[in-house]
């Protein structure tokens, strides 16, 4: 997850500002238990986090959820996430 040589590899710490303290709750409770609980609110940036550090399982759960919940009000949002993401 991470890479040697960094400032976390050397500070023992990562900052992740850029996301909501409920998605990287909800990142870490995947790491450690397999489960989210609060998927309307954070899918889009879990799939930013699970892509970042390459948790697959997690992406590809993300996608899924994505998946299924597309409409058309939502659709230019996702492709434009998925773009950036190169998915």
Known sequence: LLK??????????????????RAVQEFLRFLYIG?????????????????????????????VYLGSKLTAENASRILQLTERLSL
Do not use: F, I
Request: hydrophobic share 30%.
């Open 4 to 21: 040697a040589g960094t400032r976390e590899d050397h500070t023992g710490c990562h900052e992740m500002a850029s996301h909501s303290l």
């Open 35 to 63: 489960r989210v609980q609060n998927w309307p609110e954070v899918v889009e940036e879990l799939l930013e986090l699970a892509h970042r550090y390459e948790v697959a399982r997690l992406k590809t759960k993300c996608e």
